[in-house]
Nanobody
Framework: QVQLVESGGGLVQAGGSLRLSCAAS????????LGWFRQAPGKERGLVAT????????YYADSVKGRFTISRDNAKNTVYLQMNSLKPEDTAVYFC????????????????WGQGTQVTVSS
């Protein structure tokens, strides 16, 4: 069993930056595909970024390309999401998740989820 705990959310002005962290326990994540998702009120949960398997291949939603960066530190069993140039439309609850499948872009392919952290971007 894997437990994921996100941190780093908060309130920031438009144009600002935040770094989210997701620490895992219970199992090492070096071979998992790790993703960050977000869910705004009244909207479905959607993929923000993912890093595939044990390598460094990444995928980003078009809405965050060039502004967000996903990374992992296997020694710390942690995945990060660096968010720059934040916009009000980035406001959402952000979740990290881990998948046993390599190519995982959909929520149903993820086996483990964190509880989420709120990110609010003011205009």
């Amino acid at each position: 069993q894997v437990q994921l705990v996100e941190s780093g959310g908060g309130l920031v002005q438009a144009g600002g930056s935040l770094r989210l962290s997701c620490a895992a326990s219970g199992r090492t994540l070096d071979r998992y595909t790790l993703g960050w998702f977000r869910q705004a009120p009244g909207k479905e949960r959607g993929l923000v970024a993912t890093i595939f398997g044990s390598g460094g291949v990444t995928y980003y939603a078009d809405s965050v390309k060039g502004r967000f960066t996903i990374s992992r530190d296997n020694a710390k069993n942690t995945v990060y999401l660096q968010m720059n140039s934040l916009k009000p439309e980035d406001t959402a609850v952000y979740f990290c998740a881990a998948s046993l499948q390599y190519y995982a872009l959909d929520t149903y392919k993820y086996n483990y989820w964190g509880q989420g952290t709120q990110v609010t971007v003011s205009s």
